[in-house]
């Protein structure tokens, strides 16, 4: 009897403390959901769109930036539907996008998601070294403007920063399950947020005082300083940085993973879905706005790199050292999920390898840890080669761009949509079934001449600038 009363407890605990699945409860609601969203997308591709909004102007940068902002809440919900398989209410938990995309696509088609989702992450890694560096050097150019006058020489190479940068994420690299330590959230949302609105306050600030720069209805003029090929060029390649700024596919199962089962996940995601990508889209009309108001053509490429504002030559110094901290621990969150997946793989092929398994433990005065030879080479490894991409091309607005154009159709239109037809068995050919296809191919447009276009701006820079020998 004692032992039917403590069985019967037991379960009565689990109920409480496991999900349906067997897995730790969840607690996650709308507004928690929402909060993650925002941190996501806040990042420093918002600083980019100011640039983006001068080469698109008032009419068609606030026009693509709502119809960019409508496409993703419908498609988001489109893969909110897709977390339980077959489903969506009361289906079996796909635990990440690419299960998702397995359950209801079949195998060809989870590597195709691999490939795009792993390669954009990789590429982001890239990206935040070139951020990172591109801050640094602005912290210290601000400096030397403010010792020298405005128009003394102030540039320096990235070289240096993207090295100690790279030595950096080495040593963080080899921290086990870095990404689950949960400080590394509230920084990040916090320090995004501080540069947005710095930079959005100072170029507030110049439009206030009157020293705002025309602006016009179709961006920027085509004249002596800009060709009509390169205002086409840079019409692609701004709408690639808009992608970007839209983007938080790879880890939206990541959120619904933290909400509570009832109501709904689905129904839960959807309104924060709503929620998220209206405050975004807001804070993304208001950073965009009011930098290409205060800078009008000659808007640069990052607001608070590219010195519009030369003081307070602190807060400027403020601005960047937030976003040096953000990528900081950014470059982990995301390189993490592609250190796991290579090491697991590894496992798997070479599960009795003591090079590939086996743990060392090490004590250096009181601190004891652990390290791992594969995890030390094959990290460090990846690292060093990243940090090399970025120091052989340190273009900001044009990486951003090419990074939005590779993500931006695969992740955000084409797989939730076949993954939806194929939930509600669409038939073939149907008015439903021709409406999506024709936003997937229109979408699959807009990515490839924002990825063209960005190419085309990298090639430009590279041939101006000796490989490994830029200067910011």
């Known amino acids: 009897m004692d032992t039917e009363d403590s069985k019967s407890v037991s379960r009565r605990d689990s109920s409480v403390e496991l999900d349906d699945d067997g897995r730790i409860k969840r607690t996650g609601n709308v507004m928690t959901a929402t909060t993650h969203i925002v941190t996501v997308v806040v990042g420093a591709g918002v600083l980019a769109l100011a640039w983006a909004m001068a080469q698109l102007g008032w009419l068609a940068g606030i026009t ?85 006058g405005h128009g003394a020489y102030c540039k320096f190479s990235n070289n240096p920063f993207m090295i100690g940068f790279g030595i950096l994420q080495i040593l963080l690299s080899q921290i086990p399950n870095f990404h689950k330590l949960t400080w590394l959230s509230t920084i990040a949302a916090i320090t995004s947020f501080g540069y947005a609105f710095i930079g959005s306050g100072l170029s507030l600030a110049v439009v206030v005082s009157g020293k705002g720069k025309t602006t016009r209805i179709f961006g920027t003029k085509v004249g002596p300083e800009v060709s009509e090929a390169d205002k086409v060029w840079r019409v692609f390649s701004a709408l690639g940085n808009i992608a970007l700024a839209c983007s938080y596919a790879t880890v939206v199962y990541d959120i619904m993973d933290t909400l509570k089962s009832y109501p709904p996940e689905c129904k839960q995601m959807k309104k924060a879905n709503l929620l998220g990508i209206t405050a975004m889209t807001i804070l993304f009309l208001l950073c965009g706005g009011l930098g290409y108001a205060a800078f009008g053509d000659h808007t640069p490429g990052n607001i608070l790199t590219g010195f519009g504002f030369y003081e307070p030559f602190w807060l400027v ?146 041939k101006k600038y000796k490989l490994f020998m830029y200067k910011q």
């Not at 060809?108 to 640094?136: D, E, P």
């Not at 090490?362 to 460090?380: M, Y």
């Not at 076949?418 to 038939?427: D, G, R, S, W």
């Open 64 to 148: 693509i930036m709502i119809i960019f902002a409508c496409i993703s809440i419908y498609t988001y919900n489109l893969i909110a539907d897709c977390y339980r398989y077959p489903h969506p209410l009361n289906g079996k938990r796909n635990y990440t996008y690419m299960q998702a995309v397995h359950a209801y696509l079949g195998g060809a088609m989870h590597v195709f998601c691999g490939l795009v989702q792993y390669g954009k992450l990789a590429g982001i890694t890239v990206g935040y070294t070139i951020t990172t560096s591109t801050s640094l050097v602005a912290i210290k150019k601000a400096i030397c403007f403010h010792k020298r």
């Open 317 to 462: 110094a403020l601005g960047n050292v937030f976003i040096v901290t953000h990528m900081v621990g950014a470059y982990q969150v995301l390189a993490q999920p592609l250190f796991r997946i290579i090491e697991m793989g590894a496992n798997m092929v070479w599960p009795r390898s003591d090079f590939i398994n086996r743990e060392y433990p090490t004590k250096l005065g009181s601190l004891t840890f652990s390290f791992n030879l594969f995890r030390l080479i094959w990290r460090t490894i990846y690292v060093v080669v990243a940090t090399i991409i970025a120091m052989a091309m340190p273009f900001f607005n044009e990486f951003l761009a090419l990074l939005g154009a590779i993500g931006f159709w695969p992740l955000i239109v084409f797989f939730p949509i076949q993954m939806h037809i194929a939930q509600k068995q669409i038939k073939r050919f149907s008015l439903k079934w021709c409406l999506l296809q024709l936003l997937s191919f229109v979408c699959f447009l807009v990515s490839v001449v924002a990825a063209v276009g960005s190419i085309r701006g990298i090639s430009k820079n590279i």
